[in-house]
């Protein structure tokens, strides 16, 4: 088994050293007692912070990774558990998406609003409507 120090960990996962202590700080990773002077890690710390960092990727949050991480080391967890974390997070996404299309056609009735843009500051219907209650 190979160990590494911190700065090799960090290298071999593609993260710096200080993702490496704060992913160590909130669980996500074990800390190493230190041998020799220093912490030695193992390939598996490695797969855990590039598993963490892809998840993040895909907008699961640090609490939700340690969640399924720590579903993981269950003995009597299903793929069906972990499957329903997955469905949970894509309906959280397909809702950030509707909410970013409304977000999208408003953004873009107020660029019309707007025109060429030469009227006063003042007369601006952007400005309006961000200072109105926002039904624009």
């Known amino acids: 088994m190979q160990a590494f120090t911190i700065g090799k960990l960090a290298r071999a996962a593609g993260v710096g050293v200080e ?56 003995a009597r967890v299903t793929c069906g558990d972990i499957r329903r974390r997955a469905d949970d997070k894509l309906r959280e996404v397909e809702s950030k998406i509707r909410d970013l299309r409304r977000m999208k056609r408003s953004l873009e009735r107020l660029s019309k609003a707007c025109g060429e843009g030469k009227k006063a500051v003042a007369d601006c219907p952007v400005l309006d409507c961000f200072e109105s209650d926002g039904n624009c």
């Open 19 to 74: 993702t490496v202590r704060f992913y160590e700080r909130r669980g996500l990773i074990r800390r190493p007692a230190a041998q020799t002077g220093y912490r030695q890690y193992t390939g598996e710390d490695a797969r855990r912070i590039r598993f963490v960092r892809r998840a993040q990727g895909l907008g699961f949050t640090l609490k939700e990774i340690k969640a399924v991480l720590d579903l993981n080391s269950g």
